[in-house]
């Protein structure tokens, strides 16, 4: 017999049939495994989409509305618990009682008192005129000492026929100073006596006080005649 069939009739080892199975087991677990990792590298990645969106915006703050300002709470009105005092009725006037005067006698009265008042009117009028006259005659003699002074400082200019008058106004203090200018209100004809009167005027500064201060008038009215004595 050749060595091929020698082999062929020899009888198997024990146990070798039982690793033969679990190598070829083996072996096709490996390729199993080979092959599906191949497929699972090979497999096309699946498309991931992504949208963009723009940025959501931030809402509004929301607005705080101020809190209204507390009204002013009215003053509890307290019911008028005092009763008001009911007003005093008014007395009524008495009727005066008829006049028992007889009217003769009352005619009588009437015309008495009408005499007295035109009596004290009569007194207070004299009383008046007195006042007046003595006031006059106080004015008078005032300035009568005034012209009396202007007179003496006349400058007697050419020749004047007549005795022609001026009238000037003029303005005093208290104590006789003359204050501003002499105002002609009347001429004498002549403008060179008119001249000399002024500066008479102006030269009798300050001129006489009244003797009683009482009439003392602040403007006066003065009639100069140069050529009474």
């Given at each position: 017999m050749?060595?091929?069939g020698g082999l062929l009739l020899r009888p198997e080892e024990p146990g070798k049939r039982?690793?033969?199975v679990m190598a070829l087991t083996v072996h096709l677990a490996l390729a199993a495994l080979l092959i599906y990792g191949v497929h699972w590298q090979t497999a096309p990645p699946e498309t991931i989409e992504v949208?963009?969106?723009r940025s959501i915006p931030s809402p509004a703050p929301e607005r705080i509305e101020p809190l209204p300002e507390p009204k002013p709470v009215p003053?509890?009105?307290?019911?008028d618990i005092a009763l008001k005092t009911a007003e005093k009725p008014k007395p009524v006037a008495k009727p005066e009682p008829a006049s028992t005067m007889n009217p003769l006698e009352w005619l009588k009265s009437e015309t008495e008192h009408l005499v007295q008042q035109k009596q004290v009117n009569a007194d207070q009028q004299r009383v008046n005129n007195i006042k007046a006259r003595q006031t006059s005659a106080a004015l008078a003699a005032w300035t009568d000492k005034v012209k009396a002074k202007i007179r003496g400082n006349?400058?007697?200019?050419?020749?004047t026929t007549g005795n022609p008058e001026a009238i000037y106004e003029i303005t005093l203090l208290p104590d006789g100073s003359l204050v501003g200018e002499p105002r002609q209100k009347k001429s004498?004809?002549?403008?060179a006596l008119d001249g000399a009167i002024e500066s008479a005027i102006l030269k009798s500064s300050p001129l006489p006080k009244p003797d009683d201060p009482g009439i003392f008038q602040r403007v006066l009215e003065l009639k100069v005649r140069p050529f009474e004595e």
């Open positions: 050749n060595l091929a039982i690793s033969v949208e963009l969106v003053p509890s009105i307290k019911p006349i400058v007697r200019v050419g020749s004498t004809g002549n403008p």
